[in-house]
């Protein structure tokens, strides 16, 4: 098997985002029934483990591994009978996810259940680790939250490494979902100030970009449009993406633009908690948590802190 | 209520595609469990009916209607309980869309079931109803085909307009799917020639840009590589997001893209039944049906056209 080059990291927007680089091969076209019972025979598989929101990593120091081997997870309540076939290593090794139904106060010393955020916020793993774990913490919450045919009712068999769910009642066939959502930078038409908003939910003094699901029968430019309008009034005129990113809570791919506002006047929905216009001053003071309002903006892995940094290079 | 510019057709390469204009506003905010039954009951609501990837049009001479009103529809089988509610027109009256389970061979005269590639490709209605069109035919073969909880198997309701099903067993909340696909041109380093393939059910001689789903943990551009280097064994570098469009076959979100080629030996895999490199000029002709292998090009409304004819234009 020649080693390809499929996820290799590639300089563009995307590729500098948490979650975007996968040092795997997922040969997606050799898939079948027996991928993944196949991949566990392999001397050298490994497994991510992931519970709710979290991830196992076994850590010694400031040192944190991801992957365990199928011989030394007994007491970690791993399902195997739902593990994941993410992909292949260069060397043709099989890597693997699956959930841990261990009590994540409970575990040994030597591993801790890390909520995924804060993986890559600490940057605890390498970059080209973060993607498999995003493919797999996604993959697993979907076959764990889609155990039942939505069809007819009848508890469906995973197959096919993970990638899907078969009803042996009704013969439908389904597969894994990845919910689109736009993320924009507003900008007004002087290319002067920027539009950030909060949710209720959101940590304090946190602003970050506007966002919301695609529905059916949008392009993405229009979902922009829709969502920037529906939350907050203004009006936009040019989209332009400008990257996206994977983003496994659960299972959403992040879709970032940057718009043109037409309009100024803001008017929020019950949605935002606030909402307002930033210059780039503000917004360098934000990115550096040095804002004197307290204010601040998302992790730098976020892809709303790409939207927002790109911006204020511009200049 | 102000009339809202969420959805206008905006000058930009999304909007040029079939499907992707829509003159209703969402008004997604203001769902409710009651939103589908007050909106039947306002004195000029109109349904959109559709069918198994039809819809039903009444037509006089070459004039085709997609809307229609609660009370005419009473001998179509219409499924009033599982009526979407698509959006509002400027004058505030309501749109919807609803399944029609009447015969497609026993309807009356005046109506004529016609499937919705037909319907783009011949251009029966205008581009600010065929979004409308997507948006209904999507939302009404989600929630036909996700009647049942996929976390516990019972039977869900709708609710929302038919932008939510909830289980009233478990309690949790289904959202209609969007399935993201990446379909994109890659051209030569040189700019002279571009990467088409064709499927085993493709119409004959009909060639088409490289395509496939985005899978979970994977950037726009790292699934056009992927599947482009799966499809055809070709390895792309840059990636350039061109457009996205809603397909309603029957609930994706395309996403155009132009590659640039780093190699150009072709490997094709089981999916493809031919791909090769063709010349502008090749395409000149595919695209005005021309030329004189037989070869040729999807329709102009589809995302896959435009992505072709920009290459084309650009020289």
């Known amino acids: 098997m020649t080693t390809r080059l499929a996820d ?17 091969t997922r040969l997606s076209e050799k898939r079948s029934p027996t991928s993944t019972q196949d991949a566990l025979k392999h001397d050298h598989a490994h497994l991510y483990l992931v519970t709710e929101g979290r991830v196992l990593l076994k850590h010694d120091e400031e040192v944190f591994d991801p ?30 996810a699956a959930w841990s139904g261990a009590d994540k106060d409970a575990l040994p010393d030597y591993i801790k259940a ?5 993986v890559y916020i600490q940057d605890l793993l390498p970059p080209d680790r973060l993607g498999a774990l995003a493919q797999g913490a996604a993959l697993v919450s979907w076959n764990r939250t889609h155990k039942f045919c939505a069809r007819c009712g009848h508890p469906s068999d995973i197959t096919d490494g993970g990638y899907k769910r078969v009803c042996p009642n009704c013969g439908a066939m389904h597969f894994p979902r ?35 699901f695609v529905e059916p029968g949008e392009t993405i430019e229009n979902a922009v449009r829709r969502e920037t309008e ?40 019950d949605e935002l908690e606030d909402c307002r216009w930033f210059t780039r001053e503000d917004v360098r003071l934000m990115l550096a948590k040095e804002h004197p309002e307290g204010w601040w903006t998302p992790p730098s892995g976020a892809i709303a802190s790409h939207l927002i940094q790109a911006w204020v290079e511009e200049d």
């Not at 890390?114 to 804060?118: F, G, L, P, T």
């Not at 299972?251 to 633009?257: D, K, S, Y």
């Open 8 to 24: 290799a990291p590639h300089p563009e927007p995307s590729s500098e985002t948490a979650f975007s680089q996968n040092r795997l």
């Open 67 to 96: 992957l365990f081997s199928p011989s030394e997870v007994y007491d970690l309540a791993v399902g195997f009978d739902e593990a994941i076939l993410l992909g292949f290593e260069a060397d043709e090794t099989p890597v693997l």
């Open 114 to 118: 890390i909520d995924i955020r804060s």
């Open 178 to 212: 990845t919910d689109p959502v736009v993320i924009m930078l507003a900008v007004t038409e002087d290319g002067e100030r920027c539009l950030l908003g909060r949710g209720p939910q959101f940590p304090e003094h946190m602003y970050s970009c506007l966002a919301g």
């Open 230 to 269: 529906e939350e907050s009034g203004i009006v936009l005129g040019k989209v332009s993406y400008h990257a996206s990113q994977p983003w496994p809570f659960p299972h959403t791919l992040m879709i970032g633009a940057h718009a043109v506002a037409k309009t100024t006047e803001i008017r929020i929905d």
